[in-house]
């Protein structure tokens, strides 16, 4: 398999509290990948470094062979990288639609704000209603994100970054506060991705619907990776429940 990231030895600490302490793994072109870890594992901050929304004290961060860690997180998008965020960020002066035509047109033109302008209207609009017709967002594109139930914000934001036509996914806790049956719909939906070319990473605290749909998994605790490897395999392993139990 091709290696599309490599994260190799990430070191950071907030008021010197290590969250990340030597975390190293690889990301394999077409996969599906999944951090899991307990609580203040420091899952997340392990993510935002690879999207360079937090820079690392020390360690490195590749896209392919080419080592990224100095650009910032517009940089690493031009070269195939998308991410959602936990807590999700529409505009929410747009509709649902123009959301996911600015993330499109920012491919194109470098900046979100002149996409519409610069940009033919018809093929983002085209564009962005395909993406939500396969979300299952075409019937709410003229909505605002306001009118938005919590489920359907969340389906949105992977809408927004499947625009943006990545290679490499990043998605931090898509299933956080749904219900069940809106998680499973989700990782259902995430599941789909990486038949379409799109690798994806994704943390996220709910192990039952990761378990189900992960190729493989990184189990991070107390900033260190303690395990991967195939979901089965992982979650057998006495050390990895006693991180998530305390017990064996």
Do not use: C
């Not at 030597?22 to 899991?36: D, H, K, P, R, T």
């Not at 017709?133 to 970054?161: T, Y």
């Amino acid at each position: 398999m091709t290696v599309l990231a490599r994260i190799d030895d990430l070191h950071i600490s907030f008021g010197g509290v290590a969250a990340a302490n030597g975390v190293s793994f690889i990301v394999e072109q077409g996969e599906f990948l999944a951090v899991i870890g307990p609580n203040g594992a420091g899952k997340t901050t392990a993510l935002r470094m690879v999207a360079g929304i937090l820079r690392p004290d020390s360690g490195r961060v590749f896209r392919g062979d080419r080592d990224v860690t100095s650009l910032p997180a517009h940089a690493r998008v031009r070269l195939g990288l998308g991410f959602t965020h936990q807590i999700v960020r529409p505009f929410y002066s747009f509709t649902t639609i123009e959301n996911v035509m600015l993330a499109a047109g920012h491919h194109q033109t470098g900046s979100p704000w002149r996409a519409i302008a610069i940009r033919s209207r018809a093929a983002a609009r085209k564009r962005a209603h395909e993406i939500l017709e396969r979300i299952g967002l075409a019937a709410e594109s003229e909505k605002s994100p306001r009118a938005l139930p919590l489920g359907q914000r969340k389906r949105l934001e992977v809408a927004r970054a499947i625009a943006l036509d990545p290679k490499l996914l990043l998605l931090d806790e898509p299933l956080a506060g749904l219900s069940s049956a809106e998680a499973a719909t989700m990782a259902d939906l995430i599941r789909t991705l990486p038949g379409e070319g799109i690798t994806v990473l994704l943390v996220e605290h709910n192990l039952g619907e990761v378990l189900r749909v992960a190729d493989r998994l990184v189990v991070l605790d107390a900033g260190k990776v303690l395990a991967e490897g195939v979901p089965a395999e992982v979650m057998k392993r006495d050390d990895v429940r006693q991180a998530y139990t305390g017990v064996v």
